[in-house]
């Protein structure tokens, strides 16, 4: 079985057409989970639930067809490489689920000093791109739905407080080898010298960049336009 990438998205805005030009050109086929446009201008006034009812939904019909799920953001987020290398660096993880991790504790502060200890940067949970076997995402997922519909946090909210209850096998994406996000004093830390962005803190090249935060990614897309 192969793997598929999966994300949601409605009206197109944001980066959406480099995230889609940039999948199509690294042979990645986004799957839409859900293509309605959610209520809301910002993203505390978001109907969050719908992402995770998207993705419950989605691997629940899907779990027998694909052997990876790959669920990412759609309007800020774009690629550097398909699935040979995303599947490696997966692997070498050695977790059945993998999100992204970022350099700031959000959308709770105060959860910060909960986290493990690590000697990287990004040592906090992110959710704009997760990963995992189709054996694992099917408790995750509907766990995290039931969770998503009482409708009190953000996917990311829920999915942080299920990482340091330990319910799951996540582990996080710390070094950014397969993400790295661009918030905050972020961009600093990246080398454009060389055909790929690289990272100066840990050595890695990664395979998606994520404007979180309203970070632009607008010196990505050139560098890695075609």
Partial sequence: MKPVLVSTWGKPQKYFSAFMDTAGRNGLEPQNADPNDWPGVDWSQREWFR????????????????????????????????????LRKFE????????????????????????????HRCRYLNAGFWMST???????TQELATIAAKREKC?????????????????????????????LDSPNFLD???????????GEEPCLFHGNGNASLLGIC???GP
């Avoid at 054996?135 to 995750?140: C, Q």
């Avoid at 454009?192 to 840990?202: F, H, K, L, Q, V």
């Fill in 192 to 202: 454009m010298s060389g055909p790929r962005p690289r990272t100066t803190d840990t």
């Fill in 134 to 140: 189709a054996e694992a995402a099917v408790p995750f």
């Fill in 92 to 119: 070498k993880i050695n977790s059945p689920i993998v999100f992204g991790a970022e350099s700031y504790c959000w959308p709770d502060i105060n959860q910060a000093g909960l986290y493990p200890a690590s000697p």
């Fill in 51 to 86: 992402k995770s009812e998207a993705q419950a939904r989605f691997v629940r019909e899907h779990a027998n067809e694909y052997s990876h799920f790959a669920f990412s953001d759609a309007y800020d987020i774009v690629f550097t490489t398909g699935w040979p290398e995303i």
């Fill in 155 to 183: 996917d990311q909210g829920i999915v942080a407080d299920m990482f340091l209850s330990r319910r799951h096998p996540i582990a996080l994406d710390s070094a950014c080898s397969l993400l790295f996000c661009m918030n």
């Fill in 222 to 224: 050139a560098k890695i």
